[in-house]
């Protein structure tokens, strides 16, 4: 099991924006592809978005497309979801997961950060 940790998360107005970022701790984040995945009251866990070792292949769920941009900085040993054009509905509890590759259920998970976006 790796360590991941989340942050970033908070209270936004719709419309707003919010940088999520997951550390990695004790190894390097590197050699994963990681995911962000949230869970909101009452719904099943989704996958938002999952992003390769090298940072050249994204994936998104429909309905962030154009708004969520996943990305990592190696350097900082950290991935960030950077989340424009916020609304009600992504409200959620958001996780970073580290796995072999993308689609598989990884095998690390953060704690999570709450998200909450509302006027």
């Known amino acids: 099991q790796l360590q991941l940790v989340e942050s970033g998360g908070g209270l936004v107005q719709p419309g707003g924006s919010l940088q999520l970022s997951c550390s990695a701790s004790g190894f390097r984040l590197y050699y994963y592809t990681v995911a962000w995945f949230r869970q909101a009251p009452g719904k099943e866990r989704e996958e938002v978005s999952c992003?390769?070792?090298?940072?050249?292949?994204?994936n998104y769920v429909d309905s962030v497309k154009g708004r969520f941009t996943i990305y990592r900085d190696n350097a900082k040993n950290t991935v960030y979801l950077q989340m424009n054009s916020l609304k009600p509905e992504d409200t959620a509890a958001y996780y970073c997961?580290?796995?072999?590759?993308?689609?598989?259920?990884?095998?690390?998970w953060g704690q999570g950060t709450q998200v909450t976006v509302s006027s």
């Open positions: 997961a580290a796995g072999d590759r993308c689609g598989p259920p990884p095998h690390s």
């Open positions: 992003i390769s070792r090298g940072g050249d292949g994204t």
